[in-house]
T-cell receptor, first 116, second 112 residues
Framework: GAGVSQTPSNKVTEKGKYVELRCDPISGHTALYWYRQSLGQGPEFLIYFQGTGAADDSGLPNDRFFAVRPEGSVSTLKIQRTERGDSAVYLC??????????????FGPGTRLTVT | GDSVTQMEGPVTLSEEAFLTINCTYTATGYPSLFWYVQYPGEGLQLLLKATKADDKGSNKGFEATYRKETTSFHLEKGSVQVSDSAVYFCALRGNAGNMLTFGGGTRLMVKP
């Protein structure tokens, strides 16, 4: 079946602009996660959705970052007033259940964001 | 907070050599431990996992044992292949949350 998909695969934007990154999870997966991976580092957690609600947004670096999942499926990560330090690969993952379950997180291919 | 430390790469081996990639962690309680692999041009894939102390995860010839006494989850393979060339990430999921905490990754290069 289809895996996690993310669009766009690459995004180049100018400093100060607004960007939206989209994630389509695996159908039926109720839990959705966003991570950020800077060059040469491991992914870092940003936010976790269980259904439509953000169950844990403790990883969002500041209030320029926001994410939604209005219908409990597709999620959009929104970044306002982008800065060069926001340049990274943004990864989305989904799992059948959240809530400290043992269900595997399946990762998408990522969106590479470059802020010039 | 939770953290994962893994050996820095790159690790360069000849085909059929023995592989060890060290991973240690800091976490409260009893986390679940994972190894993920990222092949060139592909997304992260789960390689193996262990959910409690002394469990051994295994897949594709790779193994790792959850050692609570040493807070370690070292990845091993007896005979690597060129196709194993990739970046390997150790990760944990703590009791308090659902997110994964990753190490910095170790690049493995296997030469024929």
């Amino acid at each position: 079946g289809a895996g996690v998909s993310q669009t766009p695969s690459n995004k180049v934007t100018e400093k100060g602009k607004y960007v939206e990154l989209r994630c389509d999870p695996i159908s039926g997966h109720t839990a959705l996660y966003w991570y950020r991976q800077s060059l040469g580092q491991g992914p870092e957690f940003l936010i976790y959705f269980q259904g439509t609600g953000a169950a844990d947004d403790s990883g969002l670096p500041n209030d320029r970052f926001f994410a939604v999942r209005p219908e409990g499926s597709v999620s959009t990560l929104k970044i306002q007033r982008t800065e060069r330090g926001d340049s990274a690969v943004y990864l989305c993952a989904s799992s059948l259940r959240g809530a400290a379950s043992s269900y595997e997180q399946y990762f998408g291919p990522g969106t590479r964001l470059t802020v010039t | 907070g939770d953290s994962v430390t893994q050996m820095e790469g790159p690790v360069t081996l000849s085909e059929e050599a023995f592989l060890t990639i060290n991973c240690t962690y800091t976490a409260t309680g009893y986390p679940s431990l994972f190894w993920y692999v990222q092949y060139p041009g592909e997304g992260l894939q789960l390689l193996l996992k262990a959910t409690k102390a002394d469990d051994k995860g295994s897949n594709k010839g790779f193994e790792a044992t959850y050692r609570k006494e040493t807070t370690s989850f070292h990845l091993e393979k007896g005979s690597v292949q060129v196709s194993d060339s990739a970046v390997y990430f150790c990760a944990l999921r703590g009791n308090a949350g659902n997110m994964l905490t990753f190490g910095g990754g170790t690049r493995l290069m296997v030469k024929p």
